[in-house]
Protein backbone atom coordinates (compact mmCIF):
# COMPACT_ATOMS: atom_id res chain seq x y z
CA UNK A 1 0.00 0.00 0.00
CA UNK A 2 1.23 3.40 -0.95
CA UNK A 3 -0.32 6.68 0.28
CA UNK A 4 0.15 10.24 -1.15
CA UNK A 5 -0.15 13.76 0.32
CA UNK A 6 -0.40 16.47 -2.10
CA UNK A 7 0.87 19.87 -0.73
CA UNK A 8 0.66 23.37 -2.56
CA UNK A 9 -2.61 24.24 -3.62
CA UNK A 10 -3.87 27.65 -3.23
CA UNK A 11 -5.45 30.48 -4.76
CA UNK A 12 -3.86 32.86 -7.41
CA UNK A 13 -4.72 35.61 -10.00
CA UNK A 14 -4.86 34.66 -13.81
CA UNK A 15 -0.94 34.82 -15.19
CA UNK A 16 0.65 33.40 -11.65
CA UNK A 17 2.16 30.46 -10.38
CA UNK A 18 1.95 27.52 -8.06
CA UNK A 19 3.95 24.68 -7.04
CA UNK A 20 2.30 21.60 -6.03
CA UNK A 21 4.11 18.41 -4.34
CA UNK A 22 3.27 14.71 -3.75
CA UNK A 23 5.09 12.74 -1.13
CA UNK A 24 4.63 8.94 -1.67
CA UNK A 25 5.18 6.72 1.24
CA UNK A 26 6.79 3.80 -0.80
CA UNK A 27 7.79 3.14 -4.06
CA UNK A 28 6.22 3.67 -6.99
CA UNK A 29 7.18 3.03 -10.72
CA UNK A 30 4.74 6.09 -12.08
CA UNK A 31 3.42 8.94 -10.72
CA UNK A 32 0.75 11.37 -12.12
CA UNK A 33 -1.26 14.39 -11.35
CA UNK A 34 -4.54 14.43 -12.21
CA UNK A 35 -7.49 17.54 -11.28
CA UNK A 36 -11.44 17.39 -11.57
CA UNK A 37 -13.37 20.78 -12.09
CA UNK A 38 -16.63 20.95 -10.57
CA UNK A 39 -19.25 19.72 -13.04
CA UNK A 40 -16.41 18.37 -15.58
CA UNK A 41 -15.11 14.50 -15.46
CA UNK A 42 -11.21 13.99 -14.22
CA UNK A 43 -8.69 14.42 -16.64
CA UNK A 44 -4.74 13.33 -16.67
CA UNK A 45 -2.57 16.45 -16.79
CA UNK A 46 0.88 14.84 -16.62
CA UNK A 47 2.54 11.53 -15.83
CA UNK A 48 6.45 10.91 -14.98
CA UNK A 49 7.74 6.84 -15.54
CA UNK A 50 10.61 5.98 -13.30
CA UNK A 51 12.82 6.83 -15.50
CA UNK A 52 12.03 10.11 -16.00
CA UNK A 53 9.72 9.92 -19.27
CA UNK A 54 6.65 12.26 -19.33
CA UNK A 55 3.61 12.91 -20.83
CA UNK A 56 1.34 16.53 -20.32
CA UNK A 57 -1.60 16.96 -21.81
CA UNK A 58 -2.02 19.35 -24.77
CA UNK A 59 -3.42 21.95 -22.62
CA UNK A 60 -1.03 22.73 -20.34
CA UNK A 61 2.44 22.31 -22.50
CA UNK A 62 4.69 25.05 -22.32
CA UNK A 63 3.31 26.32 -18.69
CA UNK A 64 3.63 23.21 -16.55
CA UNK A 65 6.52 20.96 -15.21
CA UNK A 66 6.48 18.22 -13.59
CA UNK A 67 10.09 16.78 -12.05
CA UNK A 68 9.87 13.99 -9.65
CA UNK A 69 12.75 13.06 -6.53
CA UNK A 70 13.54 9.57 -6.29
CA UNK A 71 15.15 9.94 -3.18
CA UNK A 72 12.33 11.57 -1.07
CA UNK A 73 9.83 10.12 -3.66
CA UNK A 74 8.54 13.20 -4.21
CA UNK A 75 6.31 14.42 -7.35
CA UNK A 76 6.44 18.04 -8.44
CA UNK A 77 4.12 20.26 -10.40
CA UNK A 78 5.41 23.67 -11.28
CA UNK A 79 2.55 25.33 -12.75
CA UNK A 80 3.26 28.74 -14.65
CA UNK A 81 1.19 31.05 -16.58
CA UNK A 82 -1.90 30.01 -14.90
CA UNK A 83 -5.54 30.50 -16.42
CA UNK A 84 -8.96 30.46 -14.81
CA UNK A 85 -9.31 27.42 -16.99
CA UNK A 86 -6.79 25.63 -14.59
CA UNK A 87 -9.08 25.47 -11.48
CA UNK A 88 -9.74 22.56 -10.39
CA UNK A 89 -9.30 19.69 -7.79
CA UNK A 90 -5.70 18.48 -8.42
CA UNK A 91 -5.07 14.57 -7.89
CA UNK A 92 -1.31 13.00 -7.14
CA UNK A 93 -1.85 9.12 -8.38
CA UNK A 94 1.22 6.78 -8.48
CA UNK A 95 1.23 2.64 -9.98
CA UNK A 96 3.76 0.72 -9.62
CA UNK A 97 3.17 -0.74 -13.24
CA UNK A 98 4.43 0.08 -16.43
CA UNK A 99 1.30 0.18 -18.34
CA UNK A 100 1.58 1.54 -21.95
CA UNK A 101 2.30 5.18 -22.68
CA UNK A 102 -0.53 5.86 -24.40
CA UNK A 103 -2.79 5.30 -21.03
CA UNK A 104 -0.46 6.96 -18.72
CA UNK A 105 -3.14 10.10 -18.34
CA UNK A 106 -6.18 7.43 -17.81
CA UNK A 107 -6.95 7.56 -14.33
CA UNK A 108 -7.94 3.34 -14.17
CA UNK A 109 -3.76 2.86 -15.19
CA UNK A 110 -3.58 4.33 -11.46
CA UNK A 111 -4.04 1.89 -7.73
CA UNK A 112 -3.11 4.65 -5.39
CA UNK A 113 -4.60 8.15 -5.45
CA UNK A 114 -3.71 11.26 -3.03
CA UNK A 115 -6.86 12.92 -1.57
CA UNK A 116 -6.41 16.14 -3.58
CA UNK A 117 -5.48 19.98 -3.32
CA UNK A 118 -7.21 22.62 -4.59
CA UNK A 119 -6.30 25.44 -6.67
CA UNK A 120 -7.95 28.44 -8.06
CA UNK A 121 -7.12 30.96 -10.44
CA UNK A 122 -9.10 34.11 -10.58
CA UNK A 123 -9.52 36.16 -13.36
Known amino acids: QVQLMESGGGSVQAGGSLNLSCAAS?????MAWFRQAPGKAREGVVA???????DYTDSVKGRFTTSKDNVKNTLYLQMNSLEPEDSAMYYCAADRGIGSRTRWLMENEYEYWGQGTHVTVSS
Open 26 to 30: GYTSR
Open 48 to 54: VNYDGTT
